[in-house]
């Protein structure tokens, strides 16, 4: 009896799992939208290469087929890759193996797992100008708040 309680409890977690999961994938995927489009804004026009001679200090899938690059806490890198790059979206890692310190379009690749996800193109990021903008929308909003907090109060 005890043996069939749990294999119930283990089965009713995992219905609770998928149902949870499946209405949390709406909202991810317009944060996942809404971060792309955001990096897409401050991205500047494509260019051939980037030269970096330290490890690169993080990166953040936006799209099946884009991450952004790190090379310092204030430079980023907007990078596409030509598809089918399976699993960018879930890598744990990814590996950057640059020629000569330096990173080219249509050259070099992202490791993901077993994948060689060839650079389609690269576009600077403005992240700088990115986060003060994001800072100065944030102070607006706590202005904004508590203005309606001062008028109903």
């Not at 494509?46 to 790190?70: A, K, R």
């Not at 797992?113 to 992240?127: A, E, L, M, N, S």
């Amino acid at each position: 009896m005890s043996c069939s309680r749990s294999y119930l409890r283990v089965a009713c977690l995992l219905v609770a799992a998928a149902v949870l999961t499946a209405c949390s994938s709406i909202p991810l995927a317009q944060r996942q939208a809404a971060e792309r489009a955001r990096f897409e804004a401050y991205a500047g026009k494509p260019i051939d290469h980037f030269t970096w001679f330290v490890n690169y200090d993080g990166w953040e899938p936006i799209s099946p087929d884009q991450l952004v690059l790190w090379t310092d806490i204030n430079q980023a890198y907007l990078i596409t890759v030509f598809q089918p790059c399976t699993d960018l979206m879930f890598a744990q890692r990814i590996g950057l193996h640059p020629t000569a310190s330096t990173v080219y379009a249509h050259f070099d690749a992202v490791h993901v797992d077993r994948w060689r996800c060839i650079i389609k193109t690269i576009q600077p990021v403005d992240y700088k100008r990115m986060q003060h903008d994001l800072r100065e929308q944030h102070e607006a909003q706590k202005r904004q708040q508590q203005a309606q907090k001062t008028d109903s109060g």
